[in-house]
C-alpha cells in the first residue's frame, strides 16, 4: 500500500508544479494584464473595419493602453429586428468594443461612476476613437486622441448602450475617400465641354493679342519712342548730375553767406551801444507820431479833392459849347494864314502893297 500512495503523491506534486507554471507563464506572456484594471467601451463606426480584429492594439498617440474585445453589427449586438425603426439606422453601423487600462486613462484613481464622469468630461473636450492604418501590412488599430469636438460631433443613437459610449471620428482614409468623391461629383456635374470651348476661346484671343503686341513692339513708332526714352533718360542723368554740383555750389555759398550774417549782426551790435539804439528809437517814434498826423489829415484832403473835382467837371460842362466855337474859330484863322502866307510866297509885293487901283475909263 505505500508505494501505490508514493506515485499519488508524486502525480499530485507534478499537477501541482505543472499548474504554477502556466499560471507564472500567463503572467510573464500576459505582461501583467491579468491583474491589471480595465474598463470597457464601445463605439460605432460607419465604415468599414478591414483589417481590424479582435486583440487589435488601441492606441493614445502611439502608446497601446488596451485592445479590441469585440467586433459585431450593432443589430446583433442589441438584437434588432427588421420591424424595430432603430434598426436602419444601426444595420448601417459596427460595434467595436475595446477594453481600456483605467491607469492610462485616470492613474487608477478612479473607479465606477466617478470613472464614467472623467470619461464624459474626456469626451467633451474632443476625446474620439477612429480607425487607423498600421503601414503596409494592411492590419489595423484603434487610434484615440483628441479632435475638434464641433466638427466631429458625437453621434445620436436611439438605444441604450451596454458600455460607455466613445465617440468615433471618420479615419484619414475615410476623409480622403469621401473628398475625391466630392470631386469626382463636381466634375460630373460641370459643363466640361463647355469649359473646353472657352478654354479654346480664350487662348485664340491670347494668341491673337500676342500677335498685336509683338507688331506694335517691333513698329519703328515704338522703336523711336524707346530710343526717345533712353535718350531722356540719358539727358535726366546729366542734369541730375549737373544739379547735384550746383546745390553742392549753392550750400557752399549759403554757408559763406551765413557766415556773413553772422558777422555783420555781430559787427552792428559793437558798433549800435545802447545810447544809439536808444536815440534811434526815439527818432522811430517821432516818425511815427507824423505820420499818425498825416493819416488822420487824409480824410480832409480827400475830400476837398472830391470837392475840387466836382467843380471842375461843372466848369467843362458848361464852357464846352463855348469851347467848340472857339476852336472853329480858330480852324478858320489857321485856314486864313495858310492862304496867306501861301499868297506872300508867289506875290510878295501883294503883301506890302496890296491890289493895283483899277484902270479909270475913258
Do not use: C
Not at 550774417?261 to 511815427?288: K, Y
Request: charged fraction near 20%; charge should be neutral.
Amino acid at each position: 500500500m505505500a508505494a501505490p500512495s508514493r506515485n499519488y503523491f508524486r502525480v499530485g506534486l507534478f499537477v501541482f508544479g505543472a499548474l504554477l507554471l502556466i499560471i507564472a507563464g500567463i503572467i510573464v506572456l500576459g505582461g501583467g494584464t491579468v491583474f491589471q484594471k480595465t474598463i470597457t467601451l464601445e463605439t460605432y463606426v460607419e465604415e468599414s473595419v478591414q483589417g481590424l480584429d479582435v486583440g487589435s492594439a488601441v492606441r493614445y498617440r502611439g502608446v497601446k493602453v488596451g485592445a479590441v474585445s469585440q467586433i459585431t453589427f450593432v443589430g446583433t449586438a442589441y438584437k434588432l429586428t427588421p420591424d424595430d425603426p432603430r434598426y436602419f439606422q444601426a444595420g448601417q453601423l459596427v460595434a467595436v468594443r475595446m477594453r481600456l487600462d483605467v491607469d492610462a486613462i485616470a492613474g487608477g484613481q478612479a473607479s465606477g461612476q466617478e470613472l464614467e464622469g472623467i470619461m464624459r468630461r474626456l469626451v467633451t473636450n474632443g476625446l474620439r476613437v477612429r480607425l487607423a492604418s498600421q503601414g503596409v501590412t494592411g492590419t489595423s488599430y484603434l487610434e484615440v486622441d483628441y479632435v475638434p469636438p464641433e466638427r466631429n460631433p458625437a453621434l445620436q443613437i436611439s438605444w441604450t448602450p451596454d458600455f460607455f459610449y466613445l465617440p468615433s471620428a471618420p479615419s484619414v482614409i475615410s476623409r480622403l475617400s469621401s473628398a475625391v468623391e466630392q470631386v469626382f461629383t463636381r466634375l460630373e456635374e460641370a459643363d466640361l465641354e463647355k469649359v473646353v470651348v472657352e478654354t479654346g476661346l480664350l487662348l485664340s484671343e491670347l494668341r491673337e493679342t500676342n500677335r498685336r503686341v509683338q507688331v506694335l513692339v517691333g513698329g519703328e513708332k515704338v522703336t523711336a519712342a524707346l530710343s526717345d526714352v533712353a535718350e531722356s533718360a540719358k539727358h535726366i542723368r546729366s542734369l541730375a548730375a549737373s544739379a547735384d554740383d550746383t546745390v553742392g555750389h549753392v550750400m557752399v555759398d549759403l554757408r559763406e553767406i551765413t557766415m556773413r550774417l553772422n558777422t555783420f549782426s555781430q559787427e552792428i551790435a559793437t558798433q549800435f551801444n545802447g545810447a544809439t539804439m536808444r536815440a534811434i528809437a526815439q527818432g522811430v517814434r517821432d516818425t511815427v507820431a507824423d505820420l499818425r498826423t498825416s493819416v488822420a489829415a487824409l480824410p480832409d484832403m480827400v475830400a476837398t479833392a472830391g470837392r475840387t473835382t466836382r467843380r471842375a467837371d461843372s466848369i467843362l460842362a458848361t464852357g464846352q459849347q463855348d469851347l467848340e466855337g472857339l476852336l472853329v474859330n480858330l480852324a478858320a484863322i489857321s485856314q486864313n494864314l495858310r492862304e496867306l502866307t501861301e499868297t506872300a510866297k508867289r506875290y510878295p509885293s501883294q503883301l506890302l502893297f496890296g491890289q493895283p487901283p483899277r484902270r479909270s475909263e475913258p
